[in-house]
């Protein structure tokens, strides 16, 4: 059996019981790799449930405090997504030719500079890759500067030489939601505070995520880049969508399980975020759904947390 079966399981518990459960499933399943789809979401969820009680048993800090750290890191992977392809051109030194990210290229280093653009010191999706790093290893003291330049490169833009235009007109969310750019200072500004409220608050209380969770950014970045796939193309949408989707299941799941309210934060944070550019822009809303369904499914999910909470502990009360 293929131990990425037991990758949502806490590393305490897969290093105690990991072999156990690989035998048992391989019993069940002889001559298979992998069990079948309803097993496989049987052990996604199980693992979610474990990690979520595990860090409400931490008494390290407050549940807010981890809630916001948690909110800070999905607006930091949402800045992202759009500039996947672009970090990783600049940095291998690929010249993307007719698949630049809405706009003509110029060359991504300072001494590159084209017709109409102007030359620019470093790509833009550096700056929420950075954050994000910071993010993960619980040091909001060094997201703060990328996210502050993130705030002052959408304020100023058209008018800065520090990003050139190049990289800032691509859409930061293109799936159900309208479009987010650099300019948009809700994404930015919103991550600006909460990175702001994690340095203020101690950032050594902070929970410390592995490296290995940027491993899947990189991959990201890799595919994007090695097939020139942006954010605004169909397969592009999808994939994030569904990452959405999961990443809300197990919000869900979490709060299901521990009956805390931590994991209201980032999905609230998400869904202001979303609404706002589908509100301020309706014109720029993919016609894919109508605007009150897409609402609706940015909304709905706070109060099912919400009920999902409420639920677990009336059943933890004693009768």
Request: overall charge positive; some cysteine; glycine content about 10%.
């Amino acid at each position: 059996m293929n131990r990425l079966l037991l990758a949502a399981h806490p590393a305490a518990y897969r290093s105690r019981h990991g072999d156990e459960l690989l035998a048992c499933l391989a019993e069940s399943y002889p001559g298979r790799s992998w069990p079948p789809p309803r097993e496989v979401a049987a052990l996604a969820r199980a693992g979610v449930q474990l990690r979520a009680r595990a860090a409400v048993e931490d008494t390290a800090r407050p549940g807010w405090l981890d809630g916001v750290h948690m909110a800070a890191l999905v607006l930091a992977a949402l800045a992202l997504v759009p500039y996947l392809q672009d970090v990783w051109h600049w940095a291998l030194r690929i010249d993307p030719g007719t698949h630049a990210i809405g706009f003509d290229f110029a060359g991504w280093y300072p001494w590159a500079e084209g017709p109409g653009t102007a030359t620019r010191l470093l790509p833009y999706g550096l700056l929420p890759l950075i954050a994000l790093a910071a993010l993960l290893r619980g040091r909001p003291w060094l997201a703060l500067p990328a996210v502050g330049a993130m705030l002052y490169a959408g304020a100023t833009l058209g008018s800065s030489q520090l990003f050139g235009e190049e990289g800032m007109r691509g859409p930061g969310y293109y799936g159900l939601g309208a479009p987010l750019t650099a300019g948009d200072l809700v994404l930015s500004g919103t991550l600006f505070a909460a990175c702001a409220v994690l340095a203020l608050c101690r950032g050594g209380r902070l929970r410390r995520y592995s490296p290995r969770w940027l491993v899947p950014v990189v991959l990201a970045m890799a595919v994007a880049g090695q097939l020139h796939i942006t954010s605004v193309g169909p397969l592009f949408q999808r994939g994030q969508f569904v990452l959405e989707v999961a990443a809300l299941l197990a919000a869900w799941a979490a709060t299901a399980a521990t009956g805390d309210h931590r994991w209201l934060i980032p999905v609230a944070a998400f869904a202001f975020v979303r609404t706002q550019a589908v509100v301020v822009h309706p014109d720029w809303l993919v016609q894919s759904l109508p605007g009150l369904v897409v609402l609706l499914l940015l909304i709905m999910p706070l109060p099912a947390l919400a009920i999902a909470a409420r639920r677990r502990q009336e059943r933890a009360l004693p009768g």
